[in-house]
């Protein structure tokens, strides 16, 4: 089934796999929203569905308002370790049984533990995005004390490291030089 936007598969409930053919029809309408990254799990890294994410070179690593693992990608909505697959809403309503809001309109943070939290941090503000109800957020990152300084400038940072400003499909992010 064709439509001007999208180029469905068409479902017939009598196949085998029709259900995967479904949810592919939902990927497609994900990637034409530009809502969803998908990027390999770094080496190392355990990212959780639920969880939010940083892009570091061409992978994701859990975020944290640390001020090394930041910007703040998406909230990941898959859970995956080093090399897998995992995609990751970067804006819009998102639902968890791990978020336990206060109500609805609050703002989302980010603390330096990876956690969202109600109350922002003393450094490295990064706003998640704001609570719908209790178990809903509605993602849409936004930093609100760190100045982004453009791609390649040199930033030395308060861990005694200096980093080179990268920017990867519009996402900015800080790439360890000495």
């Known amino acids: 089934m064709s439509t001007d936007v999208y180029e469905f598969d068409t479902v017939d409930p009598s196949l085998l796999g029709w259900d995967a053919l479904l949810m592919n029809n939902f990927d497609k309408i994900e990637a034409y929203n530009y809502t969803l990254l998908r990027y390999q799990v770094a080496s190392g890294e ?6 939010a994410v940083n892009l570091y070179r061409d992978y994701w690593r859990t975020a944290k308002a640390d001020g090394s693992r930041q910007p703040i990608a998406g909230v990941a909505i898959e859970s995956g370790i080093s090399g897998e697959w995992v995609r ?59 100045i982004t300084p453009a791609s390649n400038d040199i930033v030395d940072k308060s861990d005694g490291h200096t980093y080179r400003v990268v ?3 519009g996402m900015i992010g800080l790439e360890e030089i000495a």
Do not use: M
């Open 88 to 146: 990751a809403r970067s804006k819009g309503p998102f639902t968890a049984n791990c978020f336990n809001f206060i109500g609805s309109g609050e703002y989302i943070y980010l603390n330096n533990s990876g956690e969202f939290v109600s109350t922002a941090p003393s450094t490295n503000v990064e706003i998640v995005g704001y609570a719908l109800a209790h178990d809903k957020l509605f993602i849409n990152p936004l930093p609100v004390s760190i």
């Open 46 to 51: 355990v990212i959780i569905s639920g969880e």
């Open 167 to 169: 920017s990867n499909n």
